[in-house]
């Protein structure tokens, strides 16, 4: 009996090694691929990219700034299909409010962030719906909307607005949601019902933790920071189009797997990611726009490379709770 | 007589750090009924798992009539003369009862790649016909008829194609008088034709008048083969437990009186299905038992209690006049549960030991501005996981590494730590080796004795008679019978209300 209990305490040791050096795999790979890839761009376009830097990271606020929310669903094992939708809609209702007073816009575009949110709460949490079904429902539905407000022309903003862009602003505004966010995440009891409900729903639900009013909230808190960061999005483009933040879904998905998250959510996410993960894809999709590869060629890349890194981090122990 | 019809030769196999089966060799005749007993997780459905195909094997053979085995899936088995009737429901649901009478071999009525389903269902309405039980029709739905039918229908599945050898896991508490009557003269059959009968069971005086052999299992390691006409039921006891079965494993007093005074009071309390009319009073200091067979909606009680149930009506209520309808509240007034599901419903498995014992307490471990800090939970979890001696190397581990017997401490630990008053165990000790079950049955005995209320719900009678003050005995989702503590009560008294 007592060799039995050493067999199985040296047993236990080298499955900690293993899984701590997968741990540390997770950790550094996307550090580590960040460096590489920008070096290696930075050769390739006899550092172009660094000379344009300021043009680089302009791309990079409102992607990271919805990643955040979408980081808080997907730590619970849900997916959001529906944000480049969110983001087109907030944006149009902050043009138009911005007419009208620029704070108010403000506000009106988180609300109707908001809004879009709760609309895919309500059908994945009290109507049990999957949420990437239901996000991918709310994606055609609101991007249908989009495309009937801007039949004529694009929706244009106040001219002020004009003057809110500054890299700076951009910045502070950026560092507000993400320092908030980390706190939220790390030093309360949020991130740690968020994980647990991504690890073990049922099971965080026996410890007390409301899980369905949870998810509930996630999604109508992430609908809101996208909400927000229609506000960023206008101040540089003026107007919406037809295809005001199209494809947003797709590059906070890569950009989340790029930093390492495990695409089903759950104890081993770290908020990281976010940063990281942000930074690797926009400098992956701006060195490849300037070393001249076409629309097309870059999508093939993209799909190659996001699914390298969904294999390396997907944790297959889990896979089956995608929600 | 005693031809060898199956040799077993150093089976192994683990999951994770977990020796379910260590080296286990024997052999097993043909024409006889052979017992497989032991505690659970001795390893007995684990190594006749392996033996069906549905577990694969690490290491070692079956040696089936002198030809090695290595059965891939369970139809590939019963192609080997092996079949099985497994514990849990063992039917598929949305299939006739032919369908699943002969799932995996249909092959036999397809011509030219179409199905003749007249004739598979005349075959086994025969089949049926011949066993006795004609009342099940094989065009039916299998949804139609209740457990038990379904489990006749199981046992004619395991059997018509006379396989060498059946497994008969854990069936006969399913089954009603009548239901194991006819198992018997199945079992009777299939010995009379040569064949071979492995039989597990926790029924001990059920296996002595049952069968020839028995082979005792413990901690996954081969203990002894014994005729069963050579021994008695304690000496079973003693080979299954490996030593003698004393007073100090339960606790060990009796007639202690019990205090007056009502914690939780459970008034009218109904759930569509599954309970009807549930009432009862639980005392401080008390370990409140539910027994009953696994169907009888025991386990409901637990989280019908805990505010874990869909649609409940009626009233749960503490001293104070609290009601309690939903888990918050119910972690919040000082209960706590641990399910019988521990891996969904208990512990966080893909989280840290730390998270998993932290996680309802965060509250009282947040600082006064709602934040969290490291250091506090690491010592915390750190703590509570010391005192009930989890087998870890640190709190970071991941709780899906660890035995049954540790995850359950996890879960210990994690509402001792919140210092719950009234706790509610739902087979605790279910799948747990022998030292944990002690430690678990000493934890609960000191609990007691410090004021806490215990409701202990198991499908084990000899661990709610060794450590209960009372025992309530479900049926059919109602209450049919109440004991006391007491020296001379034994299995018998409570199974009488059972069934």
Redesign the interface.
Known sequence: ?AQ??N???T???D??KK?SEMSLIRTFLPIVGLIIVFLTFNVLTNFRMIKNMPLVLSQIYVTMIATTGVFFIMTMGGLDFSQGSILGIASIVVCLVSKVSIPLSIVSGILAGAMIGAFNGYFYVYRKIKSFIVTICTMFLFRGFIKYMTTNAPVAGSASLINYDSTGLKVVLTLVILVIGF?LFR???FG??L??IG??E?????????TDLMKFWVYVLSGAITGFAAFVNVIKVGSVTSSGGNQLETQILIALVLGGMPISG???VRFENIIVGSLLYIVLNSGLTMMGFSTQMMQLIQGIVFLVFVAIFA?R??LQVIK | MSEIRLQVNNLCKSF??T?AV?NVSFTINKGEVHALIGENGSGKSTLTNMLTGIYSIDSGTFVLDGEEIHPKNQVDANDHGVSIIVQELGTLSGLTVAENIFLGHEDRFVKFGIKNTKQMIKEANELLERYGFDRIKAQRMIDDYNFEDRKLVEIVKATYFDPKIVVIDETTTALSQEGRNELYKVMDRIRESGNTIIFISHDLQEVLERSDTITILR?GVYIDTVKSKDVTEEDLKRLMVGREVTGDYYRSDYGSVISDEVVLSVKDVSVPGLLSNLNFELHKGEILGFGGLSESGMHEVGKAI?G?SYDREGTVKLADGTEIND??T???HSIA?T?KDRD?????????IM?NI???S??EL?DKR????DKKLRSFADKFAKEMSV???NVD??V??L?GGNKQKVVLA?WIGKDSDIVVLDSPTRGIDI?VKQDIYQLMDRMRKDGKSIIMISEELMELIGMCDRIIIMKDGMISGQIERHETLDENNLITMMV
Do not use: W
């Open positions: 009996m039995s209990g067999a199985g305490t047993a236990t040791k499955q900690v899984v706190v030093y309360t009891k740690t019902y994980k647990a690890a073990g049922k099971a965080a639900m026996f410890s007390g933790v409301r759950g104890a081993k944790d122990k889990s | 994770g750090i020796k260590q901690d805990f874990a888990i918050p119910a972690i919040r549960y399910s969904n419903e208990s512990v966080v498995l893909n989280q840290s998270d932290c996680l309802p965060l509250d947040s709602h934040m969290l800090h087998k870890m190397v581990q991941f899906s590494d035995s994690r030292k």
